[in-house]
């Protein structure tokens, strides 16, 4: 048998699709099929987001990976008889002993999403209760808490930092150090946006200017929630991407022409790890601990929690949550653009402290 694992470790790869047995691949590829969804020939993958598709496959390749190097994968059975819980308890054993806790979850996770999408029919209860029970009981290993910074404390470097770009622009990279400082402050002050949200960005379809200034809106297919998102940019930031887009995206962008808003320093729109690459890399030079983005969400409502306790209810709506177990819908949907526009107050407030450069320009 051909070695398919020519590297250090190959019991943590996640098996890539061209690899995958024959009847895998096809029923993998028929997921994204299109199709009429009336009539049911659309695939059931077709509304899955390009990183959701991404994180799905890694995860049923892991399971595949997992199959071969025990010698238990027979090409011609159907995947949905490879996925036993004999098999899945042998594989959850092998997972605790290489990753933390949440990575095992989020990998059966992964193995149950893929394992419904290709065989629905079946009785997956046994797997989800799997899935269910390691979420209940999974802890990140990695203890996030001292990681956190208030979310003031990071607006007011990111700002800072693309003030000091502009007066004093340094001789190697000022676009993409820019470029990174203007993540962290539209991340900080729309913290409802994830991680696969900031990168999708495209100027024109998800990034509009108004008369109010600029808006960021996502459909329900874009979102984690399945409900669509309208945040407003704080105004202070309003000039920073103008200056982005008209002056500093266009030294990036070279020769050629995409509408997506974060380009690489080579001129090609930023993926997903490449964002969250930069993002964790730079907070870790500017705070001393790497921030990654899903982590400015707490930032963001321990900054409330502690600034102003009193109002911890707009914690929810700041964050696109609606956990009938804490906040009613109907006072979530009332009150989230009060409460996106109380954070985005703190950040104005905090601009006019700190006198910016290109506010001053504007104002002159």
Known sequence: MTNLFPFEDPLRRCLKVDKWPVLDQSMWYALFEPGDILDGTVGVGC??????????????????????????????????????????????????????????????AELL???????????????????????????????KYPRLRPATEI???A????????INPPDRDPASKFRDALMIALLITCPAMRLGNLTMIRIGHHLMQTSE?????????????????????PNS???????????????LIRDEEFDRLWITKYGQPMKCKTVYDRITRVTKRAFGVSINPHLFRDCAVTTVAI???????????????TDPRTTEKHYIQANALAAGRRLRQSVDTLRKELSPPLSKARRG
């Open 307 to 321: 600034d102003d306790p009193a109002h911890i209810g707009i914690a929810a709506p700041i964050l696109g949550h």
């Open 213 to 233: 200034g600029f808006r960021l809106t996502f459909s329900r297919d874009e979102t984690k929630t399945d409900k669509p998102m309208v945040l407003p940019v």
């Open 113 to 143: 999403a893929v394992a419904n999408a290709f065989c629905a029919d079946t009785d997956w209860s046994w797997l989800r209760r799997f899935v269910r029970f390691l979420e209940a009981n999974s802890q990140d290993s990695r203890n």
């Open 237 to 251: 930031l309003s000039p920073y991407l103008d200056r982005y887009i008209n002056h500093i995206r266009p030294q």
């Open 155 to 157: 607006a007011a470097w």
């Open 47 to 108: 509304h899955w987001s390009e990183e959701t598709r991404d994180k799905y496959r890694k995860g049923y390749g892991r399971w595949l990976t997992y199959l071969i190097t025990t010698e238990q994968l027979d090409g011609l059975v159907a995947p949905a008889l490879r996925v036993t819980p004999e098999r899945v308890s042998a594989y959850l054993a092998q997972l605790q002993t290489q990753v933390s806790d949440w990575t095992t979850w989020g990998r059966l």
């Open 159 to 166: 700002y800072t930092r693309m003030d000091e770009l502009i």
